[in-house]
């Protein structure tokens, strides 16, 4: 039987064999929820890269540019991390290079072994879902977190994965299940959970309010963004 697990932080990443199995990146926080957004919206692709400087030599090449550190866009480029500035008619069809904190450089990292790497949050959570129950390979949900430490948020959605294939996968180590039983009990409430999380304080600080509700939404779009070579399409 498939298993499913969870990674609670990239810097544990090595400490998983992912060499066939489909690893789900999330960071909700916002990377994850702004490529699924600008996905949902009809930008054409998004390179995620570990580095401002990569992502800057795309943007030298036409890419539209995305760069965002310690939640702040980085200056001088095209975008910030906010899914509403992904909402935009002029991105349709747009090929945007993205580089993060966390979520970009999750990706980087799963994406050299994994059979298929996968974005998720909790916007697509049900599209997540299905695609997996009509997979034969394990799963990994790798949690971006922040700077190698463990986040709430990205959590709650591994728990949230966990819990919605607990029939289909046998669960794998403790992670997952610390994931599935805080998700349960947070599920009915997630934004009042998540109220005095780390990176939720964070955001607040800098007067971003309206992102999170936002991206603690379930199932607003059905996309499934995959990593195909360097850069992430609709499936």
């Known amino acids: 039987m498939k298993s499913i697990d969870v990674c609670l932080t990239p810097d544990l990443l090595h400490l998983h064999n992912i060499d066939n199995?489909?690893?789900?990146?999330?960071?909700?926080f916002r990377a994850t929820s702004c490529m699924v957004t600008g996905l949902a919206y009809g930008v054409g692709s998004i390179t995620p890269v570990a580095t401002v400087e990569e992502c800057f030599e795309l943007q030298q090449k036409g890419y539209i540019a995305a760069a965002e550190r310690n939640a702040m866009k980085v200056e001088g480029f095209d975008l910030d991390n906010s899914p509403f500035s992904y909402m935009d008619e002029d991105l349709i069809g747009a090929n945007i290079a993205m580089t993060t904190t966390n979520g970009t450089l999750s990706i980087t990292k799963a994406k050299t072994s994994a059979v298929k790497v996968l974005v998720g949050a909790f916007l697509n959570l049900g599209a997540i879902v299905n695609h997996l129950k009509s997979q034969p390979y394990d799963v990994l949900v790798l949690c971006a977190?922040?700077?190698?430490?463990?986040?709430?948020?990205?959590?709650l959605f591994a728990g949230a994965l966990v819990d919605a294939l607990k029939d289909e996968y046998i669960i794998g180590e403790d992670s997952a299940l610390m994931a599935m039983r805080a998700y349960q009990q947070a599920q009915n409430d997630l934004l009042g959970y998540v109220a005095n999380s780390s990176h939720v304080r964070r955001?607040?600080?800098?007067?971003?309010?309206?992102?999170?509700a936002y991206c603690?939404?379930?199932?607003?779009?059905?996309?499934?963004?995959?990593?195909?070579?360097?850069t992430l399409v609709n499936m």
């Open 216 to 230: 603690l939404q379930r199932d607003l779009y059905d996309v499934v963004p995959v990593l195909r070579g360097s």
């Open 21 to 28: 199995t489909i690893v789900v990146v999330t960071d909700i």
């Open 203 to 212: 955001l607040q600080r800098l007067g971003i309010h309206k992102d999170i």
């Open 145 to 155: 977190g922040w700077k190698g430490r463990v986040n709430l948020e990205d959590t």
